[in-house]
């Protein structure tokens, strides 16, 4: 089990250190998230190093959200496999009204985009996902880990 290490000011003004163990929850379709940091509006200083509480999976603008996807291997299919037709309806395809910015941790994830393009993304790779449909598969035998970063932008019109 990873930590996560929180820093923040004292009342007298000294830097101090936290941590706490990261704790993973099933989402279904064999993916374990956990949320590591956030918030629902931009951050303001001195912070204490005290958790901020925010609501949804997803922030809204000026929020953010920091996070950490262990994904299972999966038999799912791709759209580029299926017969040709892109239908942009593949299991977990989603969008939100975020960037997101991420690194794979460990092993190999594909992004499959509603027109049935499939980037493959291995351990070391960086992503910037800007408000597309998308969805996540892991087409290899071992656990592939992702550590993501949410920015909220404005919803669309």
Request: a negative charge; hydrophobic letters at 40%.
């Amino acid at each position: 089990m990873a930590k996560c290490f929180v820093t923040g000011e004292s009342a007298n003004g000294r830097s101090h250190a936290a941590s706490s163990e990261i704790e993973l929850q099933a989402l279904g379709g064999g993916f374990l998230f956990a949320h590591i940091w956030g918030s629902d509006e931009a951050p303001s200083f001195p912070n204490d190093g005290t958790p901020p509480a925010f609501g949804d999976l997803f922030p809204g603008p000026n929020g953010y959200r920091a996070t950490f996807m262990h994904i299972l291997p999966s038999q799912t299919v791709l759209a580029a496999e299926r017969d040709g037709a892109v239908t942009g309806e593949a299991p977990g395809m989603h969008r939100s009204d975020t960037v997101d910015i991420g690194i794979v941790t460990a092993g190999t994830v594909h992004m499959e985009l509603d027109t049935g393009e499939v980037l493959q993304f291995n351990t070391g790779d960086i992503f910037v996902q800007n408000g597309t449909s998308h969805c996540w598969y892991n087409r290899g035998d071992v656990p592939a880990s992702v550590f993501v970063v949410l920015i909220g932008g404005h919803p669309r019109s």
